[in-house]
C-alpha cells in the first residue's frame, strides 16, 4: 500500500515557467514533509520541507504548499530553469524516525 | 549537514555471492539508514542502522539476506547476501543528524548475473 503518491511520473515545462509537482498522502498522522531532488548517478538532496502546523513554506524559487484537508502538497517551481531537470521525490514522516517516499516525478525543463 | 561517501560505487556480481557496501559520515550523527531504489519505483527503506546493537528491519527485509553493521556514530554496512538478479538495484545509505534533515550518500549501484 502506498502511503506516499506522486501520480505524474514525468512533467516537462519551458525555462522560465512556473513547475508544479504534486504529492498525495493517505496517513493523516504525517507531520512532517520534505522534497527531495536527484540527478543521474547521485543520491538525493534535501530540497525544502514543510511541518503539518504550516500551510506554506517558501526557500527562493521553490514553495511548498500542503493542504492537510485534501492529505496533498506541491512544490512550485519558479522560475524553472534547465538544472532544475531531475527526479524529484517528496516524502513523509511517520512517527518520530521513518521517512516514506513516492515514487518521484522527473521533471524535463525545456530550454 | 552531513556529506556521506559510499563503497562501492557500483559493482557487477555473480548469482550466489555476497557485497558489502560501506557508508562513512563525516560528523557524527544519530539515526542511519538504508534504503533500495529499483528501477521506476521509490525509495524503500530497508533498515535502521542502531549503533551498537541490531538494526531494525522494515517488513520484507530480514537479517540474514542484509546484514548491517554499526559499529559506531559515522560508519555502517550493508551485505547483501547470496545476490539473486533480483536483489539488482541502487542502494542508498542515509543520516540523519538530529534535526528533520536527512542525508543520502551518492548509492551503490548494485548488478546481479
Known amino acids: 500500500d502506498q502511503q506516499v503518491k506522486q501520480n505524474s511520473p514525468s512533467l516537462s515545462v519551458q525555462e522560465g515557467r512556473i513547475s508544479i509537482l504534486n504529492c498525495d498522502y493517505t496517513?493523516?498522522?504525517?507531520?512532517?514533509f520534505l522534497w527531495y531532488k536527484k540527478y543521474p548517478a547521485e543520491g538525493p538532496t534535501f530540497l525544502i520541507s514543510?511541518?503539518?502546523?504550516?500551510d506554506k513554506n517558501e526557500d527562493g524559487r521553490f514553495t511548498v504548499f500542503l493542504n492537510k484537508s485534501a492529505k496533498h502538497l506541491s512544490l512550485h517551481i519558479v522560475p524553472s530553469q534547465p538544472g532544475d531537470s531531475a527526479v524529484y521525490f517528496c516524502?513523509?514522516?511517520?512517527?518520530?524516525?521513518?521517512?516514506?517516499f513516492g515514487t518521484g516525478t522527473r521533471l524535463k525543463v525545456l530550454a | 549537514s552531513a556529506v556521506i561517501s559510499q563503497k562501492p560505487s557500483r559493482d557487477i556480481c555473480q548469482r550466489g555471492t555476497s557485497l558489502t557496501i560501506q557508508c562513512q559520515v563525516d560528523?557524527?550523527?544519530?539515526?542511519m539508514f538504508w534504503y533500495r531504489q529499483q528501477p521506476g519505483q521509490s525509495l524503500t527503506l530497508i533498515a535502521t542502522?542502531?549503533?551498537?546493537?541490531?538494526?531494525?528491519?522494515e517488513s520484507g527485509f530480514v537479517i540474514d539476506k542484509f546484514p548491517i553493521s554499526r559499529p559506531n556514530l559515522t560508519f555502517s554496512t550493508l551485505t547483501v547476501s547470496n545476490m539473486s538478479p533480483e536483489d539488482s538495484s541502487i542502494y542508498l545509505c542515509?543520516?540523519?543528524?538530529?534535526?528533520?534533515?536527512?542525508?543520502f550518500g551518492p548509492g551503490t549501484r548494485l548488478t546481479v548475473l
Open positions: 542515509s543520516a540523519r543528524d538530529g534535526k528533520n534533515e536527512q542525508f
Open positions: 496517513n493523516s498522522m504525517f507531520d512532517y
Open positions: 514543510i511541518s503539518s502546523i504550516k
Open positions: 516524502a513523509a514522516r511517520s512517527g518520530t524516525y521513518k521517512y516514506i
Open positions: 560528523s557524527q550523527v544519530t539515526m
Open positions: 542502522a542502531n549503533q551498537g546493537s541490531e538494526a531494525t528491519y
